[in-house]
């Protein structure tokens, strides 16, 4: 019997247990929505070079607007940008982006190739703001409302589905929210 | 009617699965030649209703049945009738009944062409692949039934994800599935190896084309995915390390690493225990790609319905199958006796070398891939792994790899000498670094990073070509007895050479490819003029155009060349009938130095459109490098020694048919 042999087995079995905590502790797609009624934290970052201004967690009151956690390295972000840029052309409802994780030279890049929808970006380089958002994997797209507390959160790319029967509607009410409020 | 007779040859090939694991198992250790005799013909009665149920599918889905839930969910009348067929494997259900089609139709090749395998070892091959089949009918039975009904009977169904409307992708999975399915072959016959505690060159000789085969299949699947992506999304790339494109590559890895040292046990009869493990190996990354993509683990672009139940099964087997085969290896694996003894500097070692950065690689790709998972859990950060990582970590191991990649063919058996094999290359050489430096001294744009791919591209081409010259004595002796070498050369020394100058090609595309392209985004009025790598591109305008099941809107681009007309593109954007979605087909004229390539986006509202426009310079040496890849493994395929299994007879002959004491019998 040589114990070297025993590496793989034990190897797989460590991986396996990852395997099997990441489905029952990580439950895909039903990620913690611990943040959901929070306020968002507090941040003030930098833009991405080539935009006009940086983006704060101040930004978020006023107005019901949408979050949307992006990077150019990230292939799904490409894939919902399209709808990200219809939004933006809507305007409706302002689209801020937090740019996640990313070289500044590629997100202007990124941003001048695919069109900028944003109002504004925040340049996240470490990632910290991305963590205090509980971000899971980008893209990632958060519905705030006027008081700057996070009511949906949305993993993954959008598709129009999503963004037609989930993400619009919730938008509009806590818009109309806002007017009853303000009437009163 | 006919989704039930489906369904119930489902349930029979389940129960035929069970007898074909376990009866031919206990003839094989008890040896009981009736026992043994099961073997075959349960495997072609389990490949036969498993056609059933497939024909049965595929029929439900061309006569548009929708009171088939999986019909419904995923079909719609108007389809044209291709996809109407490629829609049976376009869902989760589906595409997993493909995968036991071609697990059994694997298991009945062996029933039928595996004649002069020794009846025990074929009885524990057949029993090993069916109790992998045991675990996926039950899968699909228990949690993913493809004949489910439903009560209320829809008028049209959901219709196919647009974006699988395509011949590339129409045909991406069955290619994929035959890649990951067939080094299900190599897993059996290293477990049943392993149970037999004996593994020599026959053994060898049997796993090779069966790993060239799936490794070959995988090959072209990974290029159509990379092809379709190219052309179809619209963004001009063609891989993007998402956790499902590493999921197959994984394997594809392995696999090339297992073909190389499956090598070294045919001719060699050592490096017996490690290739054992490299087909244990290779056969689980197919499996746990299985998992990442149907269990939802992972966020990716490309996931199937994801559903958690689902991911517990499939980890269970997972465990029950990799856990298991792997202590079975641990016990049995040191009993293996290894063979002949080789120098570090010899053929031998240098595809130890080759295995050494494959499997490098292949846990780079598997550690990038598992691990924001692995830090969710430990530490509760979230992270995604994208391109930056991959870069940064695989390239590095794959430069040497491709150095090395040349040597290897040059050097002899047992111990080689790394200066003379360097002075028979030494004109390979110079041709590959004085390419690479002309294009750096004189082209634009290179950095040491083109540079050195251009250099090593060019040194897999000439390296490979010189070491046939050496083969076939090219301009050493007259040209009629070099022809005359050259055919009767081995096609698996064709297939080598081959494959390498493929991925020089491959390697050359790519990099003058991501180096050099250039591209152009902008908003256009129609009249307007764009150039673009000296191609003057006009917008003409957009029309509405209908389709068979969407409405696309066609852009026209007049492109002339130093005012000469040149030709039009006519990229689209379609939209879907049957579901709101949108797909953009890129306009794409392929020319002698590379594609012009045009995707139209969505009007301002004010007049204009979004277009970009890019020049891919060679970038076709990609496909074609891949394509030449693939060849190499076609013609390997068809060497003569695969065919005829010449050592197996011989030893039947020499010492008897069936139960012949080998050499290296050591564990029994």
Redesign the interface.
């Known amino acids: 019997?040589?114990p070297m042999?025993?590496m793989?087995?034990v190897m797989?079995?460590i991986?396996?247990v990852?395997?099997?905590?990441?489905?029952l502790?990580?439950?895909?797609?039903e990620i913690p929505s611990a943040l959901i009624g929070q306020p968002v934290p507090e941040f003030d970052l930098p833009s991405v070079v080539g935009t006009p201004h940086g983006f704060s967690n101040a930004d978020l009151i006023g107005n019901v607007s949408i979050v949307n956690v992006f990077?150019s390295?990230?292939?799904?972000c490409?894939?919902e940008h399209?709808l990200w840029?219809?939004v933006g052309?809507g305007g409706l409802v302002p689209v801020y982006g937090l740019n996640y994780?990313d070289s500044q030279e590629n997100a202007s890049k990124w941003l001048?190739?695919?069109?900028d929808p944003y109002t504004s970006i925040g340049a996240d380089l470490n990632?910290r703001v991305?963590?205090d958002f509980?971000?899971?994997?980008?893209p990632e797209t958060f519905v705030i409302d006027g008081q700057g507390f996070i009511q949906l959160k949305f993993?993954?790319?959008i598709?129009?589905?999503a963004l037609?029967n989930e993400i619009l509607p919730m938008v509009q009410e806590l818009q109309a929210l806002m007017v009853a409020e303000g009437a009163e | 009617m006919i989704a039930e007779l489906g369904h119930f040859a489902l349930i029979l090939a389940l129960v035929v699965a069970v007898v074909q694991g376990t009866v031919p198992l206990i003839g094989a250790q008890t040896r009981s030649a009736a026992w043994i005799a099961v073997a075959r013909p349960a495997a072609n009665a389990q490949f036969a209703f498993v056609a059933i149920a497939f024909a049965a599918l595929t029929y439900s889905f061309v006569v548009s049945d929708f009171s088939v839930l999986a019909v419904a969910k995923n079909s719609h009348t108007l389809k044209p009738l291709m996809y109407k067929i490629t829609g049976v494997w376009g869902n989760h259900e589906g595409s997993l009944l493909l995968w036991i089609l071609i697990l059994t139709l694997f298991g009945a090749a062996v029933a039928w062409f595996g004649t002069n395998l020794p009846p025990g070892l074929r009885a524990r091959v057949l029993a090993v692949q069916s109790l992998i089949g045991v675990g996926f009918l039950s899968f699909i039975l228990w949690t993913s039934n493809p004949f489910e009904r439903v009560l209320e009977v829809p008028f049209e169904g959901n219709g196919l994800n647009p974006l699988l409307q395509d011949p590339g992708l129409a045909f991406h999975p069955p290619f994929l599935y035959l890649g990951y399915v067939g080094f299900s072959m190599a897993f059996s016959f290293a477990v049943a190896a392993l149970i037999e505690g004996r593994v020599d060159p026959a053994w060898a000789r049997w796993v090779r084309p069966w790993t060239l085969a799936a490794w070959t299949f995988l090959t072209i699947g990974i290029v159509l995915g990379s092809w379709w992506a190219y052309y179809e999304l619209g963004?001009g790339g063609f891989w993007?390390?998402?956790p499902v494109e590493n999921a197959s590559f994984m394997p594809w890895l392995a696999g090339t690493a297992l073909l190389h040292s499956a090598v070294v046990v045919e001719r060699r009869d050592t490096l017996k225990?490690w290739t054992i493990?490299l087909a244990?190996?290779t056969f689980?990354l197919s499996l746990l790609g299985t998992?990442i993509v149907r269990?939802?683990?992972l966020?990716?672009?490309h996931a199937f319905a994801?559903d958690?139940e689902r991911?517990?099964f499939i980890?269970g087997f997972?465990?029950l199958v990799?856990?298991g085969s792997?202590?079975l290896?641990?016990?049995r694996?040191?009993l293996l006796k290894s063979g002949g003894l080789f120098a570090p500097v010899s053929r031998e070692g240098a595809l130890v070398l080759n295995n050494l950065l494959l499997a490098t690689a292949t846990a780079t790709v598997l550690l990038g891939t598992?691990y924001?998972?692995?830090l969710?859990?430990f530490t509760g950060?979230?992270?995604?792994v994208?391109?930056?990582f991959f870069e940064a970590t695989f390239f590095p191991i794959m430069a040497p790899l491709l150095a090395a990649a040349v040597f290897g063919p040059m050097l002899p058996w047992k111990r080689g000498d790394l200066m003379g094999a360097f002075q028979r290359l030494r004109v390979a050489f110079f041709v590959s670094a004085g390419i690479a430096l002309a294009v750096w001294a004189f082209v634009s744009g290179s950095s040491w990073l083109s540079t050195l791919g251009i250099a090593l591209g060019a040194w897999l081409v000439a390296g490979s070509f010189a070491s046939l010259a050496e083969r076939i004595k090219l301009l050493r002796a007259p040209l009629t007895d070099s022809l005359s070498r050259a055919i009767n050369m081995p096609r698996a020394a064709w297939g080598m050479t081959l494959a390498h100058t493929g991925l020089g090609i491959f390697l050359l595309g790519g990099t003058i490819m991501l180096t050099w392209q250039t591209?152009s985004?902008q908003v256009m009025r129609p009249g307007e003029t764009v150039t673009v790598a000296g191609y003057e591109l006009t917008f003409q305008g957009v029309g509405n155009i209908p389709g068979p099941n969407y409405m696309a809107e066609r852009a026209l681009f007049s492109v002339s060349r130093n005012g000469e007309p040149f030709t039009n593109l006519l990229p689209e954007k379609r939209a879907y009938v049957s579901s709101?979605?949108?797909t953009t087909e890129a306009g794409i004229k392929a020319t002698w130095a590379g594609d012009l390539y045009a995707v139209i986006?969505?009007a301002?509202?004010k007049g204009g459109w979004?277009t970009?426009f890019f020049f891919k310079p060679f970038v076709h040496w990609m496909w074609i490098g891949a394509s030449v890849m693939v060849l190499g493994g076609v013609v390997s395929l068809t060497d003569r020694r695969h065919r005829v299994g010449a050592p197996a007879q011989r030893r039947k002959t020499a010492i008897g048919p069936g139960q012949a004491p080998a050499p290296q019998m050591a564990g029994e």
Do not use: H, Q
């Open positions: 019997m040589r042999a025993y793989p087995p797989f079995a991986v396996a990852a395997l099997a905590l990441g489905l502790i990580v439950k895909p797609k990077a390295w990230c292939l799904p490409r894939a399209p840029v219809e052309e994780k001048a190739d695919f069109g990632g991305g963590v509980g971000v899971y994997g980008v993993i993954g790319p598709d129009r589905f037609e | 963004w993007f390390w998402d225990s493990l244990i190996l689980s998992f269990s939802g683990i966020t990716s672009v994801t958690p991911g517990y980890l997972l465990v990799i856990g792997l202590i290896y641990a016990v694996a040191p598992l924001p998972l692995m969710d859990l950060k979230k992270v995604s994208g391109g930056p591209e985004i709101s979605m949108a986006g969505d301002d509202g979004a970009r």
